[in-house]
């Protein structure tokens, strides 16, 4: 068997502190990575060790197990190191998966997100589609088109290449009024119509267009236009 070092047996500049500050993050493996979350070892267990018995396990498995769990696996992780371990794998799937907190149940929190999510230049009418799961879960958003202050052009097929592109069940469509009334144009009216004719052809349901001013929002679904 090879012998493994514990940290304090390691020369200084191999550290796994020393080694990212150095050396850059990309640098470390899983198992140093880990070392630097933990921060420390244990009672009669050393950081590194306690590290490797992480790694180990896999980052699927860690992800699908509990805190409690996690600590009855790991011998020596307490519950601090634990939710530490489960924290780090978290956020890295919310990096993966950014828009995968987001549910869109209703016309609020379609606003809510693209109020959020895109910087308006309030001169310009700008169209935006969101792309959701069969659970309404935002798979991704586009900002389709920017046209002028009263006035914006896009066709259906511009909405539904991202539709197509993303595999999405269903979307939402949005878009401003720079200085009108949350109130749809015999346009926004005409739009709406071939826009669900063209989603109806290939499949997608398309669950409102929301039209946003300054002090609210017009949604279709809720005034009975879809």
């Known amino acids: 068997m090879y012998a493994e070092k514990s940290i304090k047996n390691l020369p200084e500049e191999l550290r796994p502190r020393e080694k990212l500050s150095r050396l850059g993050a990309e640098a470390l493996s899983e198992e140093e ?94 169209l935006i589609a969101l792309y959701l799961t069969p659970t309404n879960k935002v798979i991704s958003f586009e900002v389709v088109a920017i046209g002028k202050m009263n006035s914006l052009h896009a066709d259906p097929k511009d909405i539904l290449y991202g539709a197509v592109k993303s595999a999405c069940s269903s979307l939402i469509i949005l878009h401003n009024h720079p200085k009108g009334e949350a109130k749809p144009s015999k346009d926004d009216l005409e739009f709406t119509k071939r826009l669900l004719h063209a989603c109806e052809l290939l499949g997608f349901e398309l669950l409102d267009h929301i039209i946003i001013t300054q002090k609210g929002y017009y949604s279709f679904r809720a005034e009975g236009k879809l």
């Not at 992480?54 to 699908?64: A, P």
């Not at 993966?96 to 549910?103: E, H, L, T, V, W």
Request: glycine letters at 8%; proline letters at 2%; aromatic letters at 6%.
């Open 33 to 126: 990575l880990v070392a630097i979350i933990l921060g420390s070892g244990s009672k009669g267990e050393d950081v590194m060790s306690l590290a490797k018995k992480v790694v180990e396990l896999g980052w699927e498995r860690i992800g699908s197990m509990t805190v409690e769990q996690l600590v009855n696996e790991v011998k020596g992780l307490g519950i601090a190191k634990a939710c530490q371990i489960k924290a780090v794998v978290e956020i890295s799937k919310r990096i993966n998966d950014p828009y995968g907190s987001f549910k869109i149940s209703s016309p609020q929190e379609a606003y809510r997100f693209v109020k959020e999510k895109v910087q308006f230049d309030e001169r310009r009418e700008h």
